[in-house]
């Protein structure tokens, strides 16, 4: 199924799956940012320093739909190791500001938030924008979210693919829904219906697992990447294996719709101040040891090394890529404008 077929529904799955490890219409024009490859800002809503405020993220969406970004993104957690901005929320508080841009929800957590109140959360965001929704959601990694909610951690994977499935009826308002062993929504419908017809092409994201990729094949009309849980050389085996699972099941069809999401961006001629993202603000928040942080592709660093970690995730196959400036926000969105993306190379 072609990207642009309606409304966009991506799934990140945030975590290994248990059986893993034992247990479109109207889309936006290639970015001015360079090359025929696309661009997304990340809305920042993790306090990294400072708080985020309705005012901030105005400038925030407002600059990036000036400097020529497509998507603006907003992650959602309910408990994080730093104070975390509702993500569907901001979304809808700077619709004003968004311009043309389409808005990603990368991604929203159905099984969490439940698999009617996301919908209606959603489809007032596809209204209110006039269409340019982009919906992305995951079963989530976290325990200590399911603990606050009351839902068995070690029922997410079946609750997600349950999930999945209504929530792509609903925002098609197909009044068929789901009856299965978590959730029953036949007969319900949500009105009003989100702005494109046809209901949702859903994005099934992963980290490149084989049950994830077979999620993305069995379910998806394209696949979201986490930049901080791949390699350029690990996301072009994915995409090759999806590519063989979507041949063999008749789904996805050549080149497999993508975008790597969170990647975390600085742009800086300093080391010490490169170094300082990664020990300082990305370790401590992501929980994560720094070697392995060091160990990824993400653009942090001078503007050239920015680029050539860049170029080699579009030579394996990436088409869009979002960003999140881990600091001085406004000034690293233009920095990549002005300095990296036209270093990058988009020929694959």
Not at 247 to 262: E, F, K, V
Request: with cysteine; aromatic share 6%.
């Amino acid at each position: 199924m072609e990207l642009g077929s309606g409304l966009k529904v991506w799934c990140l799955l945030d975590s290994v799956d248990d059986d893993e490890v034992g247990a479109e219409d109207g889309l936006p024009s290639p970015s001015s940012l360079g090359g025929a490859a696309e661009y997304g800002a990340h809305l920042p809503l993790a306090d990294l320093g400072a708080t985020p405020s309705l005012a901030s993220l105005k400038t925030y969406a407002r600059a990036a739909d000036a400097l020529g970004y497509t998507y603006l993104c907003a992650n959602d957690h309910l408990l994080f190791s730093r104070p975390w901005l509702d993500g569907p929320t901001a979304l809808a508080a700077v619709i004003e500001e968004s311009g043309s841009m389409q808005l990603a929800t990368t991604v929203s957590l159905p099984v969490l938030r439940g698999p009617v109140p996301l919908p209606k959360t959603l489809g007032a965001l596809d209204v209110l924008s006039s269409g340019r929704l982009v919906v992305a959601v995951g079963p989530g990694s976290s325990a200590r979210d399911y603990a606050a909610v009351g839902v068995p951690f070690g029922e997410r994977w079946r609750r997600f693919d349950e999930v999945l499935a209504a929530l792509r009826a609903l925002l098609r308002s197909d009044p068929d829904g789901v009856d299965g062993e978590f959730y029953r929504t036949r007969g319900v419908l949500l009105e009003p219906s989100p702005v494109r017809a046809g209901g949702p092409p859903v994005w099934v994201a992963s980290w490149g697992s084989p049950a994830g990729l077979r999620r993305v094949a069995a379910s998806g009309d394209g696949w979201l990447a986490s930049a901080y849980n791949t390699t350029p050389a690990r996301f072009r085996v994915g995409l090759e294996d999806l590519s063989a699972l979507s041949r063999r099941s008749g789904g996805l069809s050549d080149p497999i719709p993508n975008a790597l999401a969170t990647t975390w961006l600085y742009v800086t001629e300093s080391s010490r101040g490169a170094e300082q993202m990664i020990t300082d603000v990305l370790a401590p928040m992501l929980g994560r040891d720094a070697d392995l942080i060091r160990a990824l592709e993400l653009p942090i660093g001078p503007a050239e090394v920015c680029a050539e970690r860049l170029t080699r995730y579009s030579r394996a196959g990436v088409q869009r890529t979002f960003l999140w400036p881990l600091g001085d926000d406004l000034r690293q969105l233009e920095l990549f404008r002005e300095q990296v993306a036209p270093l990058i190379d988009t020929d694959r």
